[in-house]
């Protein structure tokens, strides 16, 4: 009811200049265009009642054929014309309809704890992976009993590890003619520039397909695992406008009504799928929590038919046989395996920027000295990272000797809606590889330092890094020798 009311000033502005920009453009032949109230809906998010109990899910009971997700660019002309269709009759979906396109947008809202008086947060902890992977399926099939494709249809991947600029088919043509557009995107990328070069590129997913631990990759009960900040938030906030309030991609709230919001996770999932599937792990190794606090999580959606139901996070695990999808999967690279050294991050030098400082013990420094003279990659893992709860924007993360500052990582703190400013606790995994020397330098060792990339951003103030615990990780080739 109150959902698709387009009530606000700054929606109304906003219909404007669309509608503006849609007469400029050129519309797909055949499609639809959409409202601008359903493309931008009220703002703040006014969230529905949240879907509660529900038939749960089966293992086995998804008989449909095992179907390949693929990735944007690997579309078939038909397929892609598929997607297109599917979200304009999401889109087109009546008030009333529990499959309806903002809907399903709030439902993410929900469980970003976005909406006042739910507590749901599945984000900053080893929810995360499950919880999206869940809300793909069922968002999956409606979009492909929507195109009488239930069967076929399956989400495709921005893999902008390799496609470095938003797919087109998401970009063009920029109106509402397009039922994958977005009128809130940052103009760079919204005009099919590059993501920044730091972002979501292969070298870091392969440093993160070394860190061998879940805890450290995925999460824990209490923290977010490395991924959910690098690459997750990252793509968000690069996606999202570069102004507060961020929105859609920059904002949780917000994030699900953009469709390219499901081709970023559906690549965040095959991160994960990845990741298991690493090769010379032993023990728990690339292997999933196995604590029932991670397996019983369960939670519930809204089905193709209308229907509530839930899913629990140990049934999300196979996806291959419970969820019907598989992915090819990036070339297996050759067994790795870290060889860990306890740090310290200590804090802080006086002065107008604090910094904090690894700490290390004189053999430790030696080893790790000569390491990175062999040029072995290395990564500092920091564990219980805390973020200060006013902050939101993007970070870079440097190590600052002197005149000379090297990239280590990048964090990024999304805005939300939520009224529990308070934020989890994170995981930092920084490539220091190239700074290890300044970092671990017994005279005069390299500080590292916050640099907000949206300096303007009264929010983005760069604050000091403190850590739980720390780690150095030195990447070792071979299977690990046997304890
Ligand atoms: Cu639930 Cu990408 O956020």
Avoid at 77 to 92: D, G, H, I
Avoid at 278 to 287: A, E, N
Avoid at 346 to 371: A, M, N, W, Y
Wanted: hydrophobic share 35%.
């Amino acid at each position: 009811m109150i959902l698709n009311v387009p009530d606000s000033n700054s929606t109304r502005r906003r219909f404007l200049k669309t509608a503006a920009a849609a007469t400029a453009g050129t519309f797909l032949s055949g499609m639809r265009s959409f409202p601008s109230n359903i493309a931008r809906a009220q703002d703040p998010p006014a969230c529905p009642t949240a879907p509660s109990g529900g038939n749960p899910f089966a293992a086995g009971s998804d008989t449909r054929p095992i179907v390949l997700r693929k990735s944007i660019s690997a579309l078939a002309p038909s397929e892609l014309s598929e997607l297109q269709t599917a979200f304009a009759n999401l889109r087109a979906l009546p008030s009333g309809d529990n499959r309806r396109w903002l809907l399903e947008a709030d439902v993410h809202a929900l469980f970003c704890d976005q909406c006042s008086g739910v507590n749901m947060q599945i984000h900053g902890s080893w929810n995360f992976f499950p919880w999206h992977r869940a809300y793909l399926y069922y968002y999956e099939r409606i979009l492909g009993s929507l195109v009488g494709d239930l069967d076929n249809f399956r989400l495709p991947y921005w893999d902008w590890e390799n496609s470095r600029s938003m797919p087109s088919p998401y970009r063009n043509p920029g109106n509402t003619g397009n039922p994958l557009w977005d009128s809130s995107r940052d103009s760079g990328i919204a005009g099919g520039g590059n993501l920044p070069a730091s972002d979501g590129t292969t070298s870091r997913i392969h440093t993160l397909y070394g860190i061998t631990d879940f805890a450290s990759f995925g999460g824990t009960a209490a923290f977010a695992g490395a991924c959910e900040n690098d690459p997750h938030n990252i793509i968000h906030s690069d996606v999202g406008p570069a102004a507060s309030p961020f929105e859609d991609m920059g904002n949780l709230g917000y994030a699900a009504r953009d469709p390219i919001f499901f081709a970023h996770h559906c690549n965040i999932d095959k991160l994960w799928s990845g990741w298991n599937g690493q090769p010379g792990g032993t023990g728990t190794d690339f292997k999933n929590p196995t604590d029932s606090g991670f397996l019983t999580a369960r939670w519930s959606f809204y089905d193709e038919n209308q229907k509530v139901v839930s899913i629990s996070a140990a049934d999300v695990l196979d996806h291959r046989n419970n969820l019907r999808y598989v992915y090819t999967l990036p070339r297996i690279r050759i067994p790795i395996y870290y060889e860990i050294y306890i740090c310290e991050l200590i804090c802080c030098l006086p002065g107008p920027d604090p910094l904090s400082f690894l700490k290390v013990s004189q053999e430790v420094r030696e080893t790790l000295l000569t390491q990175f003279r062999e040029s072995t990659p290395m990564v500092l893992v920091l564990h219980g990272v805390e973020i200060p709860e006013d902050v939101t924007g993007v970070f870079d993360v440097a190590a600052v000797r002197g005149d000379r500052r090297l990239q280590i990582g990048s964090l990024s703190v999304l805005a939300d809606t939520m009224a529990d400013k308070r934020h989890k606790p994170i995981t930092l995994v920084l490539d220091i590889t190239r700074a290890a020397e300044d970092l671990l330098a017994p005279e005069k060792p390299a500080g590292i330092r916050l640099f907000a990339r949206h300096e303007k951003e009264n929010k983005s103030k760069p604050f000091i890094l403190r850590a739980q615990s720390a780690q150095i990780r030195t990447e070792r080739r071979g299977a690990k020798p046997q304890a």
